[in-house]
């Protein structure tokens, strides 16, 4: 009895670590005011949290990353004004 429990606390544990760990795909772009200091801090958040930035755009202000939802919403928090930021999935039409 004490091993099962042993058992599903341990696989509660583990599963608690890989859900913390998954990255999301997104792209955030930023108003043409936006201080390139803003989107600086920004990048080394995402990279310093473990993050990867996967393109740089060069027509607009913005970038695409890979980013867990921690990091995400703590960028989303410091850059409010300045930033939009929606997942990167394929559009399509019919």
């Known amino acids: 009895m004490k091993f099962s429990g042993f058992v599903l606390g341990a696989l509660a544990l583990?599963?608690?670590a890989i859900a913390v760990d998954i990255q999301k795909s997104?792209?955030?772009?930023?108003?043409?005011?936006t201080p390139d200091s803003v989107i600086k801090q920004?990048?080394?958040?995402i990279v310093d949290a473990g993050?990867?930035?996967?393109?740089?755009?060069t027509l607009m202000k913005?970038?695409?990353a890979k980013v867990n939802a921690?990091?995400?919403e703590s960028v989303s928090a410091s850059s409010e004004n300045y930033a939009?930021?929606?997942?990167?999935?394929?559009?399509?039409?019919l």
């Open 42 to 45: 920004d990048k080394k958040a």
């Open 14 to 16: 583990v599963s608690g």
């Open 84 to 93: 939009t930021i929606e997942e990167d999935k394929v559009v399509s039409t």
């Open 62 to 64: 913005g970038f695409s």
């Open 26 to 33: 997104v792209i955030i772009t930023y108003k043409e005011n």
């Open 70 to 72: 921690k990091t995400l």
């Open 51 to 57: 993050g990867v930035i996967t393109h740089e755009y």
